[in-house]
């Protein structure tokens, strides 16, 4: 396994700005299209096995892939790699939290399965209750709670944790905001990291203007946070341009790009 540190965040750069500016102006495009960018809490990921469909890689004009909450992107060959610090779930339902000790990152509290509303809490109580602090914050997750992951990842980066998406690992939908928190972030490139537009469950039951002004708040928020934690805030352009039913596949280089990690894992 190599890895290759990406350069600490200099300043704002110009065209960060220009590309943050571009996310926040197509936010409120979709908003005038009747689009609601907001918090998805009605994913469906089933309980039972995870299947992991063959998929081909994503390429240049071709990372655009469709949403399917109840399976993981996989490979033909996927398996455990011999120098992985952890196996990946066979099943998965709703967020669950266990401890791992790996040589190559210390103590590691994995974070799989689809997040839920109150599932911030439930972290800060499993995080309060190790008996051994972890170093690293694994995810494997199809996303799910906007607002527990941005409270899951605030708590991240508030206790100095690193995160860490393994090769075959997916984070997807809501989950890269928890990935965000990290203080150093390590992403395989062999690592599934996806976004789109999220969504206000029950919206019919919410007048419209308090509607827009929920997502208006959460966008912000978000974009901010991804900012904050150092992370080129222009990436939610590609969230934001895709539908909930779909979902954006980042290649290795526009992580870097976007600083989604300090650290590219090159897995051999």
């Known amino acids: 396994m190599t890895a290759t540190d990406i350069d600490a965040p200099r300043g704002p750069r110009l065209g960060s700005v220009r590309r943050w500016m ?8 979709a908003l005038a299209a009747g689009l609601i960018w907001a918090d998805a809490t009605s994913l469906d990921w089933s ?12 390429a240049p004009g071709d990372q655009t892939r469709r949403y399917d909450p109840a399976a993981v992107p996989g490979r033909e060959d996927r398996g455990r790699r011999p120098d992985a610090p952890l196996d990946l779930p066979r099943e998965m339902g709703q967020l669950t939290f266990r401890f791992v000790d790996s040589d190559a990152y210390g103590r590691i509290m994995a974070l799989e399965g689809a997040i839920a509303p109150g599932d911030a809490q439930r972290f800060d109580a499993a995080l309060a209750d190790a008996e051994t602090p972890p170093v690293f914050v694994s995810l494997h997750s199809p996303g799910g709670s906007l607002s527990d992951a941005l409270a899951i990842g605030k708590a991240v980066r508030e206790a100095g944790l690193n995160t860490l998406v393994v090769a075959d690992g997916a984070c ?27 969504y206000l469950a029950n919206v019919s039951m919410i007048a419209t203007r308090r509607a827009v002004s929920q997502v208006q708040t959460l966008q912000g928020e978000v974009i901010g946070f991804a900012r904050d934690m150092g992370v080129d805030p222009g990436v939610h352009v590609h969230a934001l341009t895709t539908p909930p039913e779909d979902v954006y596949f980042l290649l290795p280089e526009q992580i870097e790009e976007y600083r989604v990690a300090t650290t590219l894992i090159a897995d051999e």
């Open 172 to 198: 997807v939908s809501a989950c890269p905001t928890i990935l965000f928190g990290g203080v150093e972030r390590h992403v395989s490139a062999d690592a599934w990291i996806g976004m789109h537009q999220s």
């Open 47 to 58: 309980d039972g096995e995870v299947v992991t469909r063959p998929v081909v890689p994503v």
């Open 22 to 29: 571009q996310a926040i102006l197509i936010g409120q495009a």
